[in-house]
């Protein structure tokens, strides 16, 4: 299982993936954009991609519709502090599988991944 974990925050980035490590995914590769993100998206395959909304050059509901638009089906969980209900709306809309409000639990995020990703599990 490969997973990419894509924010701004280094910090979030590293709680992530702590996260993913609960459910058993330990490949993980980071971005800092949605620019890297898209680079990394074109280059591997994911089994999920963890994406925060906010951040420079690209954001993250732009660089989930670039994904879907090139035919992508990987599973997408937005991990954002954009929780009003339009915006989670407009991520689903986007092609998002699921949606997780910053701040968040280790294992509220674990949960999404294995919902999202069957296969996930420890």
Do not use: C, H
């Not at 924010?7 to 590769?29: C, E, N």
């Amino acid at each position: 299982m490969k997973a990419l974990v894509v924010d701004d925050s280094m910090t979030i980035r590293r709680i992530v993936i702590k996260a993913l490590g609960m459910v058993g995914i330990q490949d993980t590769v980071e971005a800092a954009d949605g620019t890297e993100a898209l680079s990394a998206v074109n280059e591997q395959d994911f089994d999920v991609i963890l994406l925060d909304w906010n951040m420079p050059k690209l954001t993250g509901i732009d660089t989930l519709r670039s994904i879907r638009k090139a035919g992508k089906t990987v599973p997408v969980i937005m991990v954002t502090t954009e929780a009003e209900k339009s915006r989670v709306i407009e991520a689903i809309k986007a092609g998002a599988n699921d949606y997780l409000i910053k701040p968040f639990a280790p294992d509220q995020l674990a949960a999404k991944v294995k919902n999202a990703v069957p296969a996930a599990t420890p």
